[in-house]
């Protein structure tokens, strides 16, 4: 009888990993340009270091997984269909009030810092909130940055959306924004690839100081979300030791 009760238990805990295992495979995974989180390297392949942690993570699941099903969007494009799909994942994204109701998350990735960026030569100093509404604002649509300089501003006309950072990035250089709103490690290195000088530019104001997170769509499986932060958790436990 003890064996047969030991058999059963062993079954039903293969056939949980498997259910668990197939689950987290099913999963549609979204990211953008975003480095030094996430990134395509010089050989093609996707970088970083959410990408990395995501792949260990997936390891110690002891799930099957490779970087090419990670597909690189644009950030507004893999917003809108994490927002509505099933089983869906986007990263890095930076974990909000604003957005804490519209995704599941996983994590944290790292510690970031939203700042607003401008040119030194336009001697541009942000005292207080109500500073920032003289100035045009560049950001990239549905991005983190542009959308806490909306909560801040009542006249949205002085916002400017893009679709990528790379465009921003030369617009701010031009003098044809005065500030952007974006991640300040991600937004220099988008101006040092402009082959731009780091020491022509500034932060003049923080927007924010939070974290980054893995985001799933809502229609996500919560046992998918559960699992993946535990295996997160555990292989942070095992990094660390």
Partial sequence: MIKITMIIVFSFLVSHSLLIAGSLEEVTIYTEEYPPYNYRGKTGELQGVAVDLLVNAYKNANVRFAKNKIKLRPWPKAYREVLTST??????????????????????????????????????????????????????????????????????????????????????NLGRIDLWAYEENVAKHFLRNLNLDLADFESVYTLSESELYYAFSLKTDQKIVDELQATLNKFRLISDN
């Fill in 87 to 172: 089983n869906a994942m986007l990263f890095s994204m930076t974990r909000t009030e604003s957005r804490e109701k519209l995704f599941k998350w996983v994590g944290p990735i790292s510690k970031t810092k939203v700042v607003l960026l401008a040119k030194k030569s336009n001697g541009i100093a942000i005292n207080s909130i109500a500073d920032i509404s003289q100035y045009v604002i560049g950001g990239v649509h549905n991005d983190v940055g542009l959308s806490l300089v909306g909560d801040l501003v009542a006249n949205k006309g002085q916002l400017r959306g893009f679709s990528s950072a790379s465009a921003i990035a030369k617009v701010l």
